[in-house]
DNA sequence: TAGATGTATCATGCATTGCAAGGTACCTGA
DNA sequence: TCAGGTACCTTGCAATGCATGATACATCTA
């Protein structure tokens, strides 16, 4: 399991992601979220940070009826929205080479 | 650069890799976090990482003279220290594959 | 001799963020 | 009727990176 230390930072662009493949919800997201392999994100995480994406204008939303219960909140990107998951991408683009440089370069002793 | 809440949960394992690889210390390993591609990791940042790494007996320190400036404390990898880096692989494995596995699904409504 | 620079350590308090826990409410099926 | 799934949200805690500041040794230069 992804200790929660490890996701901090990384579940926004995630969710932006995911927000910009489909228009979905967060209900949806959190399935989601498992089916790709983040294992299972408490709603306590994902509705703060999509309260957070609406505030600062990176998604909107759009309510609609659900025919198996309440209201559901759609969520699309807007533009601040696309150039902020393309920041996400590079960052974690710069992350990942960081540290796979670091862990692929064997024993310095040697 | 990185964004500090993407490296939360990231700079404990790698400063265990660095030294797992060679014995060093925190001073050197701040250099060695910005030569693998961190940027500039604050000092702030790699002592408190280094005193809980002591505490929970991941690491050992040896102090010794240096001929430039004051005495260093060298640490080196006790076997928990191992076993730690170990999952810490086996973590960020996971995490990767799931980011990566998001986004090179391309886009479900096409 | 004095001061700047580089080396080397550590402590304090803040900001951010994931999460546990709890709350509301709709719909379906047993 | 009531349990379970769907769907939204809030509050307060815990962990961690970092800014800031302090201490101190060694070397080089004015």
Not at 10 to 22: A, N, V, Y
Not at 24 to 50: D, H
């Amino acid at each position: 399991m992804i200790p929660t230390q490890m996701l901090k930072g990384m579940l926004e662009g995630c969710i932006l992601e995911i927000i910009r493949k489909q228009e979905t919800y967060a209900y949806e997201i959190s399935k989601l979220l498992e089916e790709y392999g983040f294992g299972e994100i408490s709603e306590g995480t994902i509705y703060p940070i999509i309260l957070r994406l609406q505030k600062s204008e990176l998604v909107k939303a759009t309510v609609r009826d659900s025919n198996s219960g309440p209201k559901r909140k759609y969520y699309r990107l807007t533009e601040k929205g696309t150039v902020s998951l393309n920041e996400f991408k590079d960052n974690w683009n710069e992350l990942e080479h960081a540290i796979n440089h670091l862990f692929t370069g064997g024993n310095e002793d040697a």
